[in-house]
Nanobody, 123 residues
Framework: QLQLVESGGGLVQPGGSLRLSCEAS????????VGWFRQAPGKEREGVSC????????KYADSVKGRFTISRDNAKNTVYLKMNNLQPDDTAVYFC????????????????WGQGTQVTVFS
């Protein structure tokens, strides 16, 4: 069965950058759309970015446009989220999720989820 594992989270100061990775195992990610979601304490899970199976279509939440970039390397069975100019409001657990195309930012549309990686932005 498909399994997803996120990595790359950590502690960073405002204005800093991180790159998150979502690596799949047990099955190929080649034919699946992938989304990144985040959940802060006391908040609902929100969509951050998503990418189509072939990488030709991407979407971003308004709050991260111009700062975050999603990409994928199907040869490595991995999807990335590059995060620049991080702010305290970006602090959350970040999850990746996969499902059939087309990609979207609705959490309930995805069936396969990783366990999440913590991103904390502070000074």
């Amino acid at each position: 069965q498909l399994q997803l594992v996120e990595s790359g989270g950590g502690l960073v100061q405002p204005g800093g950058s991180l790159r998150l990775s979502c690596e799949a195992s047990g099955s190929s990610l080649d034919y699946l759309a992938v989304g990144w979601f985040r959940q802060a304490p006391g908040k609902e899970r929100e969509g951050v970015s998503c990418i189509s199976s072939a990488g030709g279509s991407t979407k971003y939440a308004d709050s991260v446009k111009g700062r975050f970039t999603i990409s994928r390397d199907n040869a490595k069975n991995t999807v990335y989220l590059k995060m620049n100019n991080l702010q305290p409001d970006d602090t959350a657990v970040y999850f990746c999720a996969a499902d059939l195309d087309p990609p979207n930012l609705i959490a309930t549309a995805y069936d396969y989820w990783g366990q999440g990686t913590q991103v904390t932005v502070f000074s």
